[in-house]
């Protein structure tokens, strides 16, 4: 069986390993392959430095090296060079890089300096946490460098665009954004593999990432769409909201400005044209969801692996009751 996952950061990191975990109870473990295709949009160059935050945290957490209590970065991190950086005056003061994460974005940027794709980099780092060892390859939505700004008031009547972890990080997503703009995304491509793992999937699933700043950035990568459209798998989402609150994160202030509904049906909106099956918390069952998808209900918090993995079977389960003479078999949407 193989699996295609769209994951932005710490939601999609901690859904990918419960799937693992379920993976591992099942027979067919050793036939299954799963593909992560990672939220670029989030990226940012900090101290001359390539840093991809959803990426890494995706290789950190599937490899076993995630600081748990952050949900981001390395375990047992110490900052001693952002300390000294910071008394030279150099950097934002607002976003900490760790000396063992530093590590990452020297060799990543030194590679893509050397003229290997972002892929290829990615491929490499995937190796040094053991990701191909555990059936999953990790591909970046794109290889374009492409990042995500919001744009905010900027006080005087007008307006002004800041990065997304600007926005994010120094300001808790606390300014009122009137818009999200990707630069790069125009003219960005697929990155390898992605379309093909979209189209040839047996089941594609959607985390509970954030519908706007993560999955909406796959989304917008030209062809993805399309590929979601046209593919044969069934496509399950689990909503990133519960009783209208994300769990964490800031999904709630990255809806309102696009004008939908803060809620586990407004989430599945903007999926209505290729979404097949929905998990939505018990507290949402009764709300009015678009036609088209199956929606089922359960408790959604991920408390642990094993609450994740529980998920990750459930989402699988439904991918399965909605092709049930085997992926492959129904026609293109
Ligand atoms: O809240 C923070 N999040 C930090 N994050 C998390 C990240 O900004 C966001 O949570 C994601 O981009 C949103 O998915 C980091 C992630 C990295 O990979 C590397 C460094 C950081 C540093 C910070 C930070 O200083 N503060």
């Given at each position: 069986?193989?699996?295609?996952?769209?994951?932005?950061?710490?939601?999609?990191?901690?859904?990918?390993?419960?799937?693992?975990?379920?993976?591992?109870?099942?027979?067919?473990?050793?036939?299954?392959?799963?593909?992560?295709?990672?939220?670029?949009?989030?990226?940012?160059?900090?101290?001359?430095?390539?840093?991809?935050?959803?990426?890494?945290?995706?290789?950190?957490?599937?490899?076993?090296?995630?600081?748990?209590?952050?949900?981001?970065?390395?375990?047992?991190?110490s900052t001693?060079?952002a300390g000294?950086?910071?008394?030279?005056?150099?950097?934002?003061?607002?976003?900490t890089?760790g000396?063992?994460?530093?590590?990452?974005?020297?060799?990543?940027?030194?590679?893509?300096?050397?003229?290997?794709?972002?892929?290829?980099?990615?491929?490499?780092?995937?190796?040094?946490?053991?990701?191909?060892?555990?059936?999953?390859?990790?591909?970046?939505?794109?290889?374009?460098?492409?990042?995500?700004?919001?744009?905010?008031?900027?006080?005087?009547?007008?307006?002004?665009?800041?990065?997304?972890?600007?926005?994010?990080?120094?300001?808790?997503?606390?300014?009122?954004?009137?818009?999200?703009?990707?630069?790069?995304?125009?003219?960005?491509?697929?990155?390898?593999?992605?379309?093909?793992?979209?189209?040839?999937?047996?089941?594609?699933?959607?985390?509970?990432?954030?519908?706007?700043?993560?999955?909406?950035?796959?989304?917008?990568?030209?062809?993805?769409?399309?590929?979601?459209?046209?593919?044969?798998?069934?496509?399950?989402?689990?909503?990133?909201?519960?009783?209208?609150?994300?769990?964490?994160?800031?999904?709630?202030?990255?809806?309102?400005?696009?004008?939908?509904?803060?809620?586990?049906?407004?989430?599945?909106?903007?999926?209505?044209?290729?979404?097949?099956?929905?998990?939505?918390?018990?507290?949402?069952?009764?709300?009015?969801?678009?036609?088209?998808?199956?929606?089922?209900?359960?408790?959604?918090?991920?408390?642990?692996?094993?609450?994740?993995?529980?998920?990750?079977?459930?989402?699988?389960?439904?991918?399965?009751?909605?092709?049930?003479?085997?992926?492959?078999?129904?026609?293109?949407?």
């Open positions: 069986m193989q699996i295609t996952v769209l994951a932005g950061g710490v939601g999609g990191a901690r859904f990918v390993r419960g799937l693992l975990s379920h993976l591992r109870t099942r027979d067919d473990a050793e036939q299954t392959s799963v593909t992560v295709v990672g939220n670029t949009g989030d990226d940012i160059t900090l101290v001359g430095l390539r840093v991809c935050p959803d990426l890494d945290t995706l290789l950190y957490t599937l490899g076993d090296g995630v600081d748990e209590g952050q949900g981001w970065g390395r375990a047992q991190e001693r060079v000294e950086l910071a008394t030279l005056g150099v950097g934002p003061d607002w976003f890089l000396d063992l994460d530093l590590a990452t974005h020297l060799a990543r940027s030194r590679w893509l300096a050397q003229g290997l794709t972002l892929s290829e980099v990615t491929a490499r780092l995937a190796q040094r946490w053991g990701l191909p060892d555990r059936g999953v390859r990790l591909l970046p939505a794109t290889d374009t460098p492409i990042e995500t700004h919001v744009v905010v008031d900027d006080g005087e009547g007008g307006e002004r665009a800041i990065h997304f972890q600007e926005w994010w990080v120094r300001h808790g997503a606390s300014l009122p954004a009137r818009r999200f703009t990707v630069a790069g995304l125009g003219e960005a491509k697929a990155a390898p593999h992605v379309l093909d793992a979209l189209r040839t999937a047996d089941v594609v699933l959607f985390p509970p990432s954030n519908p706007v700043v993560s999955i909406g950035i796959i989304l917008g990568v030209p062809g993805v769409r399309e590929a979601l459209r046209g593919t044969r798998a069934p496509v399950v989402g689990v909503s990133p909201l519960l009783g209208g609150r994300p769990v964490r994160g800031h999904a709630d202030a990255c809806l309102a400005p696009l004008g939908v509904e803060v809620s586990a049906a407004g989430v599945a909106g903007l999926y209505a044209d290729f979404l097949d099956g929905w998990l939505v918390d018990d507290a949402d069952a009764g709300l009015r969801y678009p036609a088209g998808a199956q929606v089922r209900s359960m408790d959604l918090l991920m408390r642990d692996t094993e609450g994740a993995a529980r998920l990750a079977g459930a989402a699988l389960d439904l991918g399965r009751e909605l092709s049930p003479v085997g992926a492959g078999t129904r026609g293109p949407r």
